[in-house]
């Protein structure tokens, strides 16, 4: 795939590129260095993002609607799979680089449109819609009137250094990853530093630990390194089942070399020879990404014995999990490698100092661990020179829900979320209001519209009472009924509940019990029943503090977290529910009440057929009214309504 | 018979150690497409655990099922995002279509319907996956076709 020049290329990237500690190459090695990264091609190469946001959006008929075009008029043309740049709402993406001119990235191509849009890029021009932008680099020539892909909205405010190749190049090519600067930290690693030295730059870097609890990952490190054992492990935690947060999944797919060389310096740091990747089960295609990315890494002598000649050895080993989302915690993540139960274990002591088989173990989160090539690369003072006082570096955040661009992107920790909602996501979509961001997944909070200012780092959320989690942010309008979410999150977390300790297993029963009594419709019951139904609501705040005080692991501790914060924020809200039987937004079916305008309402009959509970009454040809006490609030007279003439309250 | 087929993947764990259940597990049900009583069985007498504590595993993750899943296997997506676009609006359309209630397999074994936590296409939800089909940006009224047409479809 690389062109004439394939042969010995592991010999050229190893010896030349590599081993090359200055940075600074000979005219030849550039120059076939430049043609490996495909910065200079000599034939039309086609790129196309097909990670799982890639697929569900319809890459892979684009793809081969590719395939096709290209068999029948450029037949020499090169095709490149490569990762999601984090643009996932506009996907399928798809890039196209004709010799001598820059690469132009292009945004919802569907199948459909693949034909007309390579046509006309083969006949050097382009039409203006669908063009992201395009990469400048010296010696080629522009595309006219096309801004470069740095000044895109949503690229405008990143930083990308975790994300640096993401969409750029292909996931399953070490030539591309070593090609662009990979590989060549833990080169400098295995040869030049003991141990401890590692531990001391990483700590010195002030790398915090991006899996949500913020710990330090050089303090992390050390402790193992200092603990006497026989075998030690690295984990690399890859159990990302936030619902709403695609970070790990993301870094994964575009970039799999970059962890792999993370996890190989880490383990080097703390003295193992072990190290085992969690990946969460339902993610198919970043298992096969990883399994082949090992495969090559062991190929060209970056994983096994004798590493670059150190006397170093490392294995690497991918283990599905099975599905639980309580073993995102490390000590259910160690219990569920040892093959039993994925049940939490109290701290301390430590993993770090007695973990998976007894044994010292670090459990890293894959954002962590990816951060550390470009540490060891660039120095730790280079990377505490972005952020804040308190938390350095960059952060990876996924966006999702009501915001008008929803993927993945990197920023430098402190900036405040108002510029990432709405500079790069490009604020709430369809121009409602916004009425909330939730961060932090099923365990974080809901930040309300007044803090919009707060910066993106560790302590700036603490004060508010949030907390950063995997960094997954759910972007809610106007049209998103708080009390509903509320109950969405305590279901999940109801649900995942490992059950080992008591308030966590039936605390969240009760509190689910109580929320689901809010939004339940009263139906023919007398007052004393619905006093005894609404019984919980007053103790629902006192039962979040008990469960948050006295859970054994970070699941229960942080399960009353979106209850509180929305009763904190939206307390209206609830009192809406609860005294006047209201649902504003509409989500809570059971409490709709629908009319029908009578002056819309031609009588053609169909909602009374449709209704299930003959609550709609009226003659053909006459205005129809709905019983309240027998309606529902199923909403299904309201769709299949042709003149508008139902609405709710 | 189950248990003759099975040898190949006994192979493969030589090392009887309790760490090597759950691949063990995952291993047998990509094969088979459940667990089974015998199944189990034969697993604890191999890896020397008793069967309830495999049962405990088992049971405990929600990756190991003990049914087979239909021909069409119909996944609903519901994280938070799709949660967010009426997900489950979706769910209830295809429960009254296939007539099925999610977790379950239909009468002649030809659909299977599952709720997914999340499936990490959160920018293009909801998401609904039919086997390896993915279907995004669902209207309504448009998921009761689909389902429809694989029904009449006869293999």
């Not at chain 1, 970070?247 to 575009?254: L, M, V």
């Not at chain 1, 283990?319 to 993540?333: I, R, S, Y």
């Not at chain 1, 099923?442 to 200012?453: A, F, H, R, T």
């Not at chain 2, 003990?66 to 519901?78: A, D, E, S």
């Amino acid at each position: 795939m690389q062109g004439p020049d394939n042969t010995g290329i592991r010999e050229f990237l190893i010896e030349k590129v590599i081993k090359n500690y200055s940075g600074i190459f000979d005219q030849q090695t550039s120059e076939r260095l430049t043609r490996i990264r495909r910065e200079k091609v000599t034939v039309p190469v086609i790129y196309i993002a097909t990670g799982t946001c890639g697929v569900i959006a319809g890459a892979l008929q684009t793809l081969a609607a590719i395939r096709k075009f290209v068999l029948e008029n450029k037949p020499e043309s090169e095709i490149v799979e490569t990762g999601c740049n984090g643009f996932c709402s506009n996907e399928p993406l798809v890039d196209v680089q004709l010799p001598g001119k820059t690469r132009l990235s292009f945004h919802n191509i569907t199948a459909d449109k693949v034909e007309d849009l390579l046509n006309s890029i083969f006949h050097h021009s382009i039409q203006g819609e669908n063009v992201t932008g395009q990469y400048r680099f010296p010696g080629l020539e522009e595309w006219p009137n096309i801004r470069a892909i740095e000044q895109h909205p949503w690229f405008l405010h990143q930083r990308r250094h975790i994300l640096k190749n993401a969409g750029i190049i292909s996931p399953f090519s070490i030539e591309d990853y070593i090609a662009r600067g990979g590989y060549k930290s833990l080169y400098k690693t295995v040869l030049n530093y003991p141990a401890d030295k590692i531990c001391e730059i990483v700590d010195q870097s002030e790398l915090r630990g991006r899996g949500g609890g913020g710990f330090p990952t050089g303090k992390k490190w050390k402790l193992a390194l200092d603990t006497a054992g026989d075998r030690k492990y690295l984990i690399c935690n890859a159990d990302e089942s936030d619902p709403g947060a695609f970070i790990d999944r993301a870094i994964i797919e575009s970039d799999p070399h970059r962890l792999i060389e993370g996890i190989a310096i880490a383990s080097y740091a703390i003295g193992a020879n072990n190290a085992i990747i969690y990946v969460r089960s339902d993610y198919e295609k970043p298992l096969s990404v990883l399994e082949n990315a090992i495969l090559q890494a062991k190929e060209f002598g970056f994983l096994g014995e004798n590493i670059f000649g150190s006397g170093f050895k490392l294995t690497i080993r991918v283990k599905p999990g099975a599905g639980a989302f309580v073993c995102g915690e490390e000590t259910a993540l160690i219990a569920s490698l040892e093959g039993s139960r994925g049940l939490p274990a109290s701290k301390p002591p430590y993993p770090a100092e007695k973990g998976l088989f007894g044994e010292p173990t670090v459990v890293n989160n894959v954002e962590t661990l990816a951060n550390v090539p470009g540490i060891l690369e660039n120095g730790p003072s280079w990377f505490k020179s972005i952020g804040t006082k308190t938390s350095k570096g960059t952060k990876v955040f996924s966006v999702s829900g009501r915001s008008a661009h929803t993927g993945f992107f990197e920023v430098p920790m402190g900036i405040s979320l108002s510029v990432m909602i709405n500079q790069i996501a490009g604020g709430v979509k369809n121009e409602k209001a916004l009425k909330a961001v939730q961060l932090g997944g099923p365990s974080g909070v809901c930040i309300p519209p007044k803090d919009m200012e707060t910066l993106m780092d560790f302590e700036s959320l603490e004060e508010i009472g949030a907390r950063m989690g995997m960094g997954g942010l759910i972007i809610l309008d106007e049209t998103c009924c708080m009390v509903n979410l509320s109950k969405y999150y305590m279901e999940f977390l109801q649900n995942e509940s490992c059950g080992k300790c008591i308030p966590c297993r039936e605390g969240t029963r009760k509190m689910l019990d109580i929320l689901e009594a809010i939004i339940r419709r009263p139906k023919e019951e007398t007052s004393h029943e619905t006093l005894e139904r609404f019984k919980g609501v007053v103790q629902l705040e006192n039962l979040a503090r008990v469960i948050r005080d006295t859970s054994l692991c970070g699941l229960g501790q942080n399960a009353p977290n979106p209850v509180l914060s929305s009763l904190k924020w939206f307390r209206e809200e609830f009192e809406e529910h609860i005294f006047d039987r209201r649902c504003a937004a509409g989500m809570c079916h059971d409490l709709r009440t629908f009319i029908i305008e009578v002056d819309m309402c031609n009588g053609c009959n169909v909602c009374q057929k449709k209704c299930p509970e003959n609550a709609i009454i009226g003659s053909v040809k006459m205005p129809h009214f709905i019983i309240e006490s027998r309606c529902t609030g199923c909403g299904i007279c309201f769709d299949v309504c042709k003149f508008s003439a139902i609405y709710f309250k | 018979m189950v248990i003759q087929l099975m040898d190949h993947i006994f192979e493969k764990y030589s090392v009887r150690k309790p760490e090597n259940l759950i691949p063990l597990l995952q291993e047998i049900q990509r094969e088979k497409g459940c667990l089974t009583d015998e199944i189990i069985e034969k697993v604890s007498v191999f890896l020397n655990i008793p069967t309830n504590k495999i049962y405990g595993v088992a049971t405990f993750y929600d990756q190991f099922r003990f049914r087979v899943r239909g021909q069409y296997h119909i996944q609903v997506c519901r994280g938070t995002s799709c949660y967010l676009c009426s997900s489950s609006y979706y769910l209830k359309e295809i429960e009254k279509v296939l007539k099925v209630k999610s977790g379950s397999v239909s009468r002649d074994r030809k659909f299977s319907l599952e709720i997914v936590s999340c499936m990490g296409g959160c920018s293009h939800s909801p998401v609904i996956r039919i086997n390896d089909t993915f279907y995004s940006n669902i209207r309504p009224g448009e998921i009761a076709g689909i389902i429809k047409a694989l029904k009449e479809k006869t293999v």
